[in-house]
């Protein structure tokens, strides 16, 4: 409500003129900042899953729609983004086209409305819908080498690295967590002791996202000599170390800075290749052609 001061005037609310919430804006920032690069890139890959499967669309135009419609959603208290499609090519291989998208949307609306999620739920098992899950995985590993050239095969497989590093880390987490104990408190050296390489998977695994992309794009520049793009992908993965997005846990100032100066030491190195004479760099001498005939057998 309005107070009353001396005259005629009002004075609003302190509520609603100092935004006391915004207090907490920076506790938010620290989640919602890499949450968002999260949804970007893997908006961006999924519009590029597509395309590789015979549908393009605008990127633009994608993460704009994305967008706008996540904060619409926001402003109306949901608390979960949007998000683009992702396995599209296998919810194209059985059949599925705008009319699935439109049917899912409206039979959610209608299962909410009615509470009746929870109750499938609850009678449904989870594992009855991983199967659903791990057939897309299928499709868009797959994908993944055959859309790319062969030689990157190398690269593919670097990128999926920080993933399982991560994935492994959670089944971890969860194993200690059942067992009332952490990581921290077993203590790094024992668990080394026993074959498991904690911290490594931890650094490894921090922010899998970008740090799969990073790695997978220096893999397939150096795989095509490619080395001054080397270098400014591996520059830009120290700058994204240095602040925690890559090989980190958190948001912040040199959260990993070995991590980030090593990324310095690549992407120097990677320069220094880059101003090397083309035929330093490739040592492989031309095969001759070999004569017509030249291996066929003597006539008896």
Known sequence: ?????????????RSITSFPAFQYLGVILVTAIPFGIYDLVEAMDNVESAEAAGDSYPTTRVLTADGVVSLIGCL??????????????????????????AATGIMVIILSWFGVISLMLAIIPVVAISPILLYIGMLIGAQAFQSTPNTHAPAIVLSLAPHLAGWCKTLMDGALAAAGTTAAAIG????AGVGVLYQGLSVLGGGSILTGLILGAIAAFVIDKKFIEASAFAFAGAVLTFFGFMHGESVGFAVTPTVAVAYVIVAAFFWVLSRAPASALDRSAPHEAIPEGALATPAE
């Open 188 to 191: 790094m050296a024992k668990l």
């Open 1 to 13: 409500m309005l107070s009353r001061t001396s005259g005629s005037r009002y004075r609003f609310p």
């Open 76 to 101: 109306m208290g949901n608390p979960f983004i949007n998000a683009v499609y992702i396995g599209h090519p296998g919810w194209k291989a059985m059949g599925g086209r705008i009319g699935y998208s």
